[in-house]
């Protein structure tokens, strides 16, 4: 069954704080991306990977950075957390050359 | 610019009611059109895949038909497990498996 993990569900963090948000998946797909979801905005792409160590920006990657050191993981970065970035945020993977596109469970952060 | 609309925002029905969701979407080369059900507080679950106009799928209660222009999710006789967000997404050719999400119907059956 495909499995995305995102470690931290839920998290309250300052303004300025450094966050992470790590996802990890055993599917051995090719592909991981983060999304956020906002209400009345839907979910928007903040980065994707498609190997190790390679990234593109999406839509929002503004005051986000991203990691990917292994194939299974890939780690959103807040340098500096700001309220705007109260948020859900979701992982997702795919395999390289397949079109769905698998979601873990989503981490809701709280910046106050 | 790939946009995505999704109608009506919520819905109620009676169970056992049938009635159907609309995706409606303008993309550049469509390579797919993805329907997910998303429950409160969790992550999108993949439902169905669809790829050219005429295609249709089917699960259990729910079944999707795409158009060049729309995408209609159809729910037969729900019932109260079928209560959640489903959200309509489409992937064009433009952008590298980049998924652009409507914001959603909030179904709700009732008893």
């Known amino acids: 069954d495909v499995k995305v993990t995102q470690s931290s569900r839920y998290l309250v963090k300052r303004t300025g704080e450094k966050v992470f948000l790590e996802c990890v998946q055993d599917?051995?797909?090719?592909?991981m991306f983060w999304y956020r979801q906002d209400p009345g905005l839907g979910l928007r792409l903040i980065y994707f990977?498609?190997?190790?160590?390679?990234?593109e920006k999406g839509d929002i990657p503004e005051g986000y950075s991203v990691s990917r050191e292994k194939k299974e993981r890939f780690s959103l970065i807040l340098e500096s957390a700001s309220t705007n970035q109260t948020s859900m945020y979701l992982c997702?993977?795919?395999?390289?050359?397949?079109?769905?596109?698998?979601f873990g469970e989503g981490s809701w952060l709280t910046v106050v | 610019e790939d946009q995505v609309t999704q109608s009506p925002e919520a819905l109620r029905l009676q169970e056992g009611e049938s009635s159907s969701l609309n995706c409606s979407y303008t993309?550049?080369?469509?390579?797919?059109l993805f329907w997910y059900r998303q429950d409160p507080g969790k992550g999108p679950e993949f439902l169905f895949t669809?790829?050219?106009a005429g295609e249709e799928k089917e699960k259990e209660r729910l079944k999707a038909t795409l158009t060049k222009k729309e995408s209609f999710l159809h729910i037969t006789a729900p019932k109260p497990e079928d209560s959640a967000t489903y959200l309509c997404?489409?992937?064009?050719?433009?952008?590298?498996?980049?998924?652009?999400f409507g914001t959603g119907t909030r179904l709700l059956v009732s008893p």
């Open positions: 669809l790829y050219s």
């Open positions: 993309v550049s080369g469509l390579r797919g």
């Open positions: 997404a489409v992937q064009g050719d433009t952008g590298f498996q980049k998924l652009v």
């Open positions: 990977s498609y190997d190790v160590k390679m990234k």
């Open positions: 997702a993977s795919s395999p390289l050359y397949g079109n769905t596109i698998y």
């Open positions: 599917m051995d797909h090719e592909n």
